[in-house]
């Protein structure tokens, strides 16, 4: 199995929402981030990967298993986080970990001591006065101490102040070096998945508009402010995806930048006063935005 996750050619249809013809590939052994704004399918695609809706068309894989029809067996091996999920908050945590130990046998009471200590958080606790960094940081315990082979997470990092959010992901990104995970993680905050992600996707309007590796998105797109004459030709030179006029300056975001870009600039009598990195938040805005992608 090469493959973690493999959607092709997968739709679903709901009033006034489509996700369609979706392609997607996650390697075993390898961290996606799934980037979108709120509606833009990332939940969809997640309970299509946990068997809990079916596609209307193409086909759905997880860990080498068709899904839906191979839940059952695969669900042992795949650990689901969301923000919605909800806990006891009358229980303790040890109450927690102690029903998710009689439910797989796989639970490993060791790690998850570890995994208390790092997350800094006291299992005789009730859930009820945890803060909302601790009830995420809990559940993450929950699904790792079960060591699956496959982690879903479904944006587990909304409604976190900064100070928690960089706690969680600290403590996301050094057990996920711990272990090889094959893992998708979706958000709508660029932020966190350039944290730990090794490979991006971009997801809009129901449809992906882009998927490659973190470090090729960050070094082929470029920001470039030059001076000359403005036309619409502009557009259309390799590359560019957008161009503004804001004389006496144009700017250009290019998402194919390479060594012939700057030569092109100038055969077009433009002249270059800066090039610089685009963050990846500014990638994924021009990407949707954008009517295509290089």
């Given amino acids: ?16 929402f489509a996700l369609r013809d979706i392609q997607l590939e996650l390697p075993v052994g390898q961290v996606m981030g799934l980037v979108g704004v709120n509606g833009a ?26 899904l839906p029809q191979a839940q059952v067996a695969v669900k042992r091996d795949i650990g689901y986080a969301s923000d ?9 945590l040890r109450w927690h970990m102690d029903f998710i130990r ?3 046998p796989g639970w490993d009471e060791r790690y998850a001591q570890d995994l208390l200590t790092r997350f800094d958080l006291r299992e005789q606790q009730k859930l009820g006065g945890f803060s909302h960094g601790q ?12 060591h699956p082979r496959l982690l879903l ?11 928690a959010r960089g706690e969680v992901l600290e403590a996301l990104a050094d057990v996920l070096r711990d272990e090889q995970r094959s893992v998708l993680f979706s958000s709508h905050n660029t932020a966190d998945i350039e944290q730990i992600a090794d490979t991006i996707t971009f997801i809009h309007g129901g449809g992906i508009v ?15 402010l030059c001076q000359g004459e403005w036309t619409d030709g502009i557009r259309q030179l390799p590359g560019v995806v957008t161009a503004r006029n804001s004389a006496p300056m144009i700017e250009l975001k290019i998402g194919a930048f390479d060594d012939a870009t700057l030569p092109a600039l100038q055969a077009r009598g433009l002249t270059v006063k800066s090039v610089e990195p685009m963050s990846l938040e500014d990638i994924f805005v021009t990407t949707v935005r954008g009517s295509s992608i290089p």
């Fill in 1 to 16: 199995m090469s493959s973690a996750i493999a959607l092709k050619g997968v739709h679903k249809q709901y009033d006034g």
């Fill in 41 to 66: 399918g990332k939940s969809t695609l997640m309970r299509l990967l946990m068997g809990l809706i079916r596609a209307d068309g193409g086909e759905v894989e997880a860990l080498g298993q068709p």
């Fill in 84 to 92: 919605d999920m909800r806990l006891y908050p009358g229980q303790t």
């Fill in 102 to 104: 009689r439910i797989y």
């Fill in 135 to 146: 009830r995420v940081k809990a559940l993450l315990l929950l699904v790792f101490a079960r």
């Fill in 153 to 163: 997470l479904d944006e587990p990092t909304t409604g976190l102040d900064p100070v």
């Fill in 210 to 224: 882009a998927s490659r590796d973190k470090e090729s998105f960050l070094d082929s797109w470029r920001r470039v």
